[in-house]
T-cell receptor
Framework: GENVEQHPSTLSVQEGDSAVIKCTYS??????FPWYKQELGKRPQLIID?????GEKKDQRIAVTLNKTAKHFSLHITETQPEDSAVYFC???????????FGQGTRLTINP | SAVISQKPSRDICQRGTSLTIQCQVD?????MFWYRQQPGQSLTLIAT?????????ESGFVIDKFPISRPNLTFSTLTVSNMSPEDSSIYLC??????????FGEGSRLTVL
């Protein structure tokens, strides 16, 4: 079925260190993988996305990598800052149903 | 990205009542999506609403409980019917952008007593 697994569920890192969140998906035909950041009491905000024709995409301190063969993708945040503290969700577009399925979320805490 | 407005932003409701959430977009969109986010949980798609046709519901969601209207290309409503405390959630309207990315409204936080 349509499934996205996300790990870890919680992550705590020291300010300035890097954070990595990983997701796997079940549909080999999926071709679009966005990441969302949700701060407390706010809506999810798209922070970066990647399509299946590329293996890596960067935007300043954040990057996403995609391994289509293994059906997993990861979010990398470097030089973490306190404002990076939030819940992060990965998602995958399931082609047959044309819908976005979300992972379970990772609560990232940046310790000063 | 589209500007998506939802109302109410929050409400406290009594068990057994129904509440209709409105979603207004500042541009015409073909598909609108309704998601539910239960406390501390991820986002789950309730249904996809296309203008001029019946909404398509995901497994576990039915039209009698979550009727949806889509009268035009900029507006949709979701009704949560005969509410119980288990329906306490954030309900989010969303639309896709030009590149297929998904954008969310501010959400409607429902508390059912």
């Amino acid at each position: 079925g349509e499934n996205v697994e996300q790990h870890p569920s919680t992550l705590s890192v020291q300010e300035g260190d890097s954070a990595v969140i990983k997701c796997t998906y079940s549909d080999s035909a999926s071709n679009y993988f966005p990441w969302y950041k949700q701060e407390l009491g706010k809506r999810p905000q798209l922070i970066i996305d990647i399509r299946s024709n590329v293996g890596e995409k960067k935007d300043q301190r954040i990057a996403v990598t995609l391994n289509k063969t293994a059906k997993h993708f990861s979010l990398h945040i470097t030089e973490t800052q306190p404002e990076d503290s939030a819940v992060y969700f990965c998602a995958a577009m399931f082609q047959g149903a044309q819908k976005l399925v979300f992972g379970q979320g990772t609560r990232l805490t940046i310790n000063p | 990205s589209a500007v998506i407005s939802q109302k109410p932003s929050r409400d406290i409701c009594q068990r057994g009542t129904s509440l209709t959430i409105q979603c207004q977009v500042d541009s015409q969109v073909t598909m609108m999506f309704w998601y539910r986010q239960q406390p501390g949980q991820s986002l789950t798609l309730i249904a996809t609403a296309n203008q001029g046709s019946e909404a398509t519901y995901e497994s576990g969601f039915v039209i009698d409980k979550f009727p949806i209207s889509r009268p035009n290309l900029t507006f949709s409503t979701l009704t949560v019917s005969n509410m119980s405390p288990e329906d306490s959630s954030i309900y989010l309207c969303s639309v896709t952008g030009a590149a297929g990315e998904l954008f969310f409204g501010e959400g409607s936080r429902l508390t059912v007593l």
